[in-house]
């Protein structure tokens, strides 16, 4: 069965994580099938593209116990759902860990389940983001919010999310579908060219700050990314142990 999972009902493309034995954890075929599933052309008939999870979490990231196989795909997975003229919609309803926070994010409005949680918990690995994934953080978030997310690397309930704007919505799980619906159908009622265009603009703007110089900082990420930190970090986590890093 597809670790990805794409239905198209009239107005909305609805593309669910298909990983619920292993909480919907990215692996390199599920980064391949998310970047695909936004890489297709809408259809004239398609507004909004949802984002969802089967089983009881959303997404908990980069699946650990296959290395970082999938790590280098998911920035550009990430960057494609941005760059998709259709505004997407991620319907949190379990946790949203790491890669899994990213791909939320990634989506132009989230809305959450009250139960869920969000965390960024790499620096608890060893993993070191790009520079485009920690500008996502700090341009939602702004800059003290994203050094509670990316430097503790603590899971905050979606109601601190949402207190910190970074999510639209919170419902308690009765009402998720309902607030979802809502949020959709608005969406899809409202003038697809002036959505594809106001996105676009929204786009643009965020994009102005990869004019900094930042090939250091992403030299920085790799190193790091290749330490045996990491390998530490992955193992303890697999183990539920605490890590013991050395800085190397």
Do not use: Y
């Not at 926070?101 to 989506?107: N, S, V």
């Amino acid at each position: 069965m597809s670790k990805v999972i794409v239905e198209s009902i009239g107005p909305v493309r609805t593309v669910t994580l298909n990983r619920p034995e292993k909480r919907n954890a990215l692996d390199a075929e599920t980064v391949e099938g998310l970047h695909a599933a936004f890489s297709a052309p809408p259809t004239p008939e398609e507004r909004v593209i949802v984002v969802r999870g089967a089983g009881p979490g959303f997404c908990a990231g980069l699946d650990l116990s296959v290395g970082l196989k999938a790590e280098s795909g998911i920035g550009q997975m990430l960057r494609q759902i941005e760059l998709s003229p259709l505004p997407a919609v991620a319907i949190v309803h379990g946790d949203a860990i790491a890669g899994g926070c990213q791909l939320a994010l990634h989506c132009d409005l989230v809305v959450a389940s009250s139960t869920a949680r969000f965390g960024m918990s790499i620096a608890q690995i060893g993993i070191a983001l790009s520079w485009f994934l920690v500008k996502k953080i700090q341009e939602t978030a702004g800059p003290v919010a994203a050094r509670e997310i990316l430097l503790l690397g603590d899971p905050l309930s979606a109601k601190r999310m949402h207190e910190m704007g970074l999510i639209a919505r919170v419902a308690e799980p009765a009402d998720l579908e309902t607030a979802a619906k809502a949020v959709i159908d608005r969406l899809a009622a409202n003038a697809p060219l002036a959505l594809r265009s106001i996105k676009a603009a929204l786009v643009r703007q965020m994009d102005t700050v990869d004019l900094l110089q930042h090939q250091d900082i992403d030299a920085l990420a790799q190193a790091a990314n290749a330490s045996e930190d990491v390998k530490e970090g992955m193992a303890a986590r697999l183990a539920k142990r605490a890590a013991k890093f050395k800085g190397a």
